[in-house]
């Protein structure tokens, strides 16, 4: 396994590429299966995420290939409906063919994704909602195994506003027969730039972005050339950066738009942020100080900006109270910041941030993607060197990370552990 060495403390100052989105681009390459055309999506991040899941698109019969400039998906004459264990465990979000399977082949058998360290992460909703429209499911030896004759639009209303719930489900209904309404629906950018995909493909989906979607079903999609959306999270994650480190990152290609709760976090701790054209100026303001935050659905409070935003509020003046109300183990980042000299406080679903001068370089282990990306920001800022272990996690989802954070003048490498 590798593991990142930073020789923390310089300002990193200059520009930085905000990638396309992970967590759009995964449930729109899945959406490819619904198309009886060609797919020629841009702006396809290169990561583990993105070659684990053209890896199950080439399972089930398509051809899926990233090169330079984009992905192409093309489903084949034989489209396969099962969705193997030793993949899903490795990504969650291969539960996002089971909508696709069923609408395209009235099939899917689909691993149940396990656990993983931030929550069980369960998909009671989207089976829930897919039952709703005619699926019917069991459970054997660890599959969820799905069939269903066309599928027809119904009524659903979620107990939450899951995300990928909401995609499945989005997805599933594009071919279903009829009316499908989703209330209580993810209002998440993704969400949107995955309904517009549809919608570029030929379906009915009106609504996105709002807790009420409404989708009428159409009988096939086409193939078609679409762009995937910037990556907000990781376009989140380099504000703290330039502002953990007292610099100034000019990052490109992405908007304040769909950051919103965290560009007014950032700027209520004093951070001070410009949207230009083509991209977002940030860097440190007078002095940064503690604030409260909740994580929230969209348009609240992101999750998965949670670590990052506590990274930083460990070296504000004053204290605050971070509340992570999306899933139920999201503090793995803690202790390891603890270990860097911060000074937290857990109590349930809460932790209480007190800044610290600084933080001292050590040896930290990460245990999911968001909670890598705090301790390399804690890295950047802290006096001495900090290795991270277990940084596949990070492989996951931030492109090209250390090519771009040396670019901008950290003193990062990886090295084999
Ligand atoms: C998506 O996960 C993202 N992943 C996550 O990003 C993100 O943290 C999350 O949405 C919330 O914004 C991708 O898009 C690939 P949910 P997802 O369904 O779809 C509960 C990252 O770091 N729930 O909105 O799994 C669930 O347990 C990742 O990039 C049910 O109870 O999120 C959780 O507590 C991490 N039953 C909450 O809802 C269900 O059927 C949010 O889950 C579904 C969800």
């Not at 967590?23 to 991040?45: D, E, K, Q, S, T």
């Not at 709760?261 to 001070?272: H, I, Q, S």
């Amino acid at each position: 396994m590798d593991k990142l060495v930073i020789e923390g403390g310089t300002p990193l100052r200059g520009r930085v590429r905000i990638s396309g989105s992970k967590n759009a681009a995964l449930p729109i390459l899945l959406a490819c299966i619904l198309a009886r055309g060609p797919v020629r999506l841009a702006n396809v991040p290169r990561l583990k995420d993105i070659a684990t899941t053209l890896g199950l698109l080439r399972l089930l019969g398509c051809e899926a290939e990233q090169d330079i400039a984009a992905v192409t998906v093309c489903v084949g004459p034989d489209l396969q409906a099962q969705a193997p264990y030793d993949l899903v465990r490795t990504m969650r979000a291969s539960v996002l063919c089971l909508g696709p399977l069923l609408a395209r082949l009235g099939k899917a058998v689909v691993a149940l994704p396990g656990g993983c360290a931030i929550g069980s992460r369960p998909v009671d909703l989207h089976l829930r909602g897919l039952e709703r429209m005619g699926a019917k499911f069991n459970l054997e030896a660890g599959n969820i195994i799905g069939q269903c004759k066309r599928l027809k639009g119904a009524h659903i209303h979620f107990d939450f506003p899951t995300v990928g719930g909401t995609e499945n489900l989005l997805m599933a209904a594009s071919l279903a027969q009829g009316e499908t309404i989703l209330e209580n629906a993810a209002r998440e950018p993704e969400v949107v730039n995955l309904a517009d995909f549809l919608n570029a493909c030929g379906a009915n989906i009106s609504g996105q972005g709002t807790s009420i979607i409404r989708v009428q079903g159409v009988d096939e999609l086409s193939g078609v050339d679409f762009q995937v959306m910037a990556d907000r999270i990781e376009a989140g994650t380099y504000m703290v950066a330039a502002v953990i480190t007292d610099g100034e990152l000019y990052l490109e290609g992405c908007s304040i738009t769909d950051l919103d709760a965290v560009v007014y976090k950032l700027r209520e701790m004093g951070v001070w942020i410009q949207e230009g054209k083509s991209g977002v100026l940030a860097r440190r303001g007078t002095k940064l100080v503690g604030v409260d935050v909740m994580t929230q659905p969209f348009p609240g409070f992101p999750t998965d900006m949670q670590a990052q935003i506590m990274a930083l509020m460990g070296l504000a003046q004053g204290s605050g109270v971070i509340k992570e109300t999306i899933f139920e183990n999201r503090f793995m980042h803690v202790q390891e910041l603890v270990r860097m000299g911060a000074q937290i406080k857990l109590s349930g679903q809460n932790a209480m941030v007190r800044g610290a001068d600084h933080y001292v370089g050590a040896p930290v282990m990460a245990s999911d993607l968001r909670a890598s990306a705090s301790l390399v920001l804690a890295g950047l800022a802290a006096k001495g060197t900090t290795e991270v272990r277990r940084i596949y996690h990070l492989d996951r989802g931030y492109e090209d990370l250390e090519a771009k954070l040396t670019n901008v003048g950290a003193r990062i490498r990886r090295e084999e552990q």
